[in-house]
């Protein structure tokens, strides 16, 4: 990567830095997001160890009580966002918040900084107070999104996928009511509405963060009322891969206490990921758990479970085929959802377009597999992204042109920990 371009992505963690915390972008994402924020601490760490820390702990400082770590953080107001905390209803909380996760990258995101992190009693100090924390949030998952032990977490919300547009949810979101209020969506004043995700998804994705807050965010109300119930392939993988990594850092401090119902979570995920996986897609499909259908659609979740080690050699060569044809499919690789979709566009948010930090995960799943030369094909498509286009917040996968929010901070994030490496 040159010079310029490293200096660019510092420049902008810089500029996106509100003292803690790092925002998306100016102006679309004005808060503090959960999976941006794990992998912009990579960013930090290329440039100021105790700042990459200090993202970390400033996001733990908002996880509830329950264990759960919210989407949003809403540290300040901002008019240049909606829904804010008052239609989330996460007031109350010490830092006001969102009422749903987001994948769980976190363990995977502290291990990186612990293996790399030049100042080793910042580094062993911070993981001490943050791995009590990170149990927490494993466990949240594991108990209240699997209440009845399948090994098979469930998301209530397309938007606690991260790949909120997604053609894998249109089905399981077309049987969610539409909120019967007017609202002013302030995303469309900062992005093109074509790069967008479109009215109907809105008025769905609003219906679903109201039922939660009528129902006081009972977990159990909401696992047997909610109307959109996903078992989404991508948080699976994530939570899988990332418990893994919070196993491991478990080995190296003083876990809060005994640590083996992780273990069993894990094994229980390990015998259930099979029924996800379908022969005919060569990869794992997300389920709506309402119609007990497969979200036949193949998008960059569905390779994600080489992440988290869950394929098997035969299932792991299988998607290493389809991402070689995927990867051939468009000029700009890996495209979010794959072109022969009839749902696929390629610049609308994630129903095409290339995501930075997606296409690294994958290739972080293929080289756990020995797929070296597939994972650094991977890296060289980022890369002619970003070199078309600047540091934007996802790519169009026909032209690479930039859209979505620019100057992003985990694209820049990325750039300086993936693609300068
Ligand atoms: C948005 O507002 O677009 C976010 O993706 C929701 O988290």
């Given at each position: ?124 100090r911070v993981l001490r107070d943050l791995l009590p924390k990170l149990v ?286």
């Amino acid at each position: 990567m040159s010079a310029t371009l490293r200096q660019a992505a510092a420049e902008i963690l810089r500029k996106n830095d509100r003292s803690g915390y790092t925002v998306p972008t100016h102006g679309l994402y004005p808060f503090q997001w959960s999976w941006d924020s794990a992998i912009t601490a990579l960013g930090w760490l290329k440039l100021d160890e105790t700042r990459a820390w200090q993202e970390c702990e400033t996001m733990f400082r908002g996880q509830w009580a329950n264990g759960m770590l919210p989407h949003i953080l809403f540290h300040k107001n901002a008019a240049s966002y909606f829904p804010g905390p008052d239609v989330w209803g996460g007031e109350s909380h010490p830092v006001p918040s969102s009422a749903i996760s987001q994948p769980p990258v976190w363990a995977t995101a502290v291990r990186i900084l612990y293996n790399s992190a030049a100042d080793r009693s910042l580094a062993d100090r911070v993981l001490r107070d943050l791995l009590p924390k990170l149990v927490a949030y494993h466990r949240w998952w594991y108990r209240e999104r699997d209440p009845e032990g399948t090994g098979l977490v469930c998301s209530y919300h397309p938007w606690e996928s991260g790949m909120d547009n997604s053609p894998a949810w249109d089905q399981p979101l077309s049987n969610v009511p539409e909120v019967d209020w007017t609202y002013h969506r302030r995303d469309l004043s900062h992005v093109d509405s074509d790069q967008r995700p479109k009215k109907p998804e809105y008025d769905r994705y609003l219906f679903l963060v109201d039922f939660y807050k009528r129902h006081e965010f009972n977990s159990r109300y909401i696992y047997e009322h909610c109307p959109y119930k996903v078992l989404d392939i991508g948080i699976i993988s994530t939570l899988h891969r990332a418990s893994q990594d919070l196993l491991h850092l478990c080995e190296l401090a003083n876990p809060p206490d005994d640590v083996t119902d992780i273990d069993m979570y894990m094994a229980r995920t390990g015998d259930a990921i099979g029924t996800l996986w379908s022969e005919q897609s060569r990869c794992f499909l997300s389920h709506d758990v309402l119609t007990n259908e497969p979200l036949d659609e193949i998008t960059t979740a569905t390779v994600l479970p080489l992440l988290g080690g869950l394929a098997s050699e035969e299932q792991a060569e299988a998607m290493a085929a389809l991402i070689r044809d995927w990867i051939d499919a468009t000029p700009f690789a890996l495209s979010s959802t794959h072109p022969s979709s009839p749902r696929y566009e390629s610049q609308r948010y994630w129903r095409g377009p290339v995501w930075l930090h997606i296409n690294w995960l994958i290739a972080l799943g293929l080289e756990r597999y020995g797929k070296q030369e597939l994972a650094v094909k991977l890296r060289e498509a980022a890369r002619d992204c970003v070199l078309s286009a600047g540091l934007w917040e996802y790519f169009d996968a026909e032209s690479g042109a930039g859209c979505g929010g620019d100057d992003f901070s985990w694209t820049a994030a990325i750039a300086l920990h993936w693609l300068d490496a």
